[in-house]
């Protein structure tokens, strides 16, 4: 059987439903093709040897060669390339690297949140600033199980993301896990 198993690993359990609703509008908005990778939480903390040895097992115990797994991060406020390599990259053995991709957010989730409500790139790509718009816009103190219901909102807009270049960088890394 020639089985394939594509994967987002993101860092939190709110962060599955939050990037199922990115998922579904880029393939509504055929940004992406009409294909859905599995969205899990990632087995472990970024930057920890067991996090790649879980991935790595899950992807080698369902699809032995045909695999691909993207992780998405936060920099928290790192350059996308250092957060990539120090939290992912450094981590992955030798023979498996062709296998993962990494998409950064810069500099946490909550900025794309921010943007999505319509807020200013100035105060949404700081990551207080993000947090204090998403508070004022919905009334409401932000706990991170609002990651997943926000989308949900008529008020937010995706295709403000498209602008960001952390957003068409993640874009490109889903095209890649996709094959599209």
């Not at 020639?2 to 908005?29: C, K, M």
């Not at 062709?98 to 989730?109: G, I, N, S």
């Not at 103190?141 to 997943?148: A, D, I």
């Not at 498209?162 to 599209?180: H, P």
Request: glycine content about 8%.
């Amino acid at each position: 059987m020639n089985y394939s198993l594509r994967i987002v690993a993101v860092e939190d359990t709110y962060g599955v439903g939050f990037h199922n609703e990115l998922i579904s509008w880029l393939i509504g908005s055929s940004i992406l093709c009409n294909s859905r990778p599995r969205i899990r939480r990632m087995p472990a903390k970024k930057c920890n040897h067991a996090l790649y040895r879980k991935l790595v097992g899950i992807a080698l115990a369902k699809a032995f060669n045909n695999w691909k797994i993207l992780v998405v991060i936060d920099s928290e406020g790192r350059a996308p390339e250092e957060a990539s390599r120090q939290d992912v990259l450094s981590h992955i053995q030798k023979g498996v690297e062709e296998h993962f991709r990494v998409a950064v957010v810069e500099p946490l989730h909550e900025a794309w949140v921010c943007l999505g409500l319509g807020g200013p790139r100035a105060i949404c790509r700081s990551g207080k600033g993000a947090i204090r718009f998403i508070e004022t816009t919905l009334g409401v103190r932000y706990e991170k199980r609002l990651l997943e219901k926000i989308p949900k909102m008529r008020e937010f807009t995706f295709s403000r993301l498209l602008e960001e270049r952390d957003f068409q960088v993640y874009i490109q890394g889903l095209k890649w896990l996709l094959d599209c």
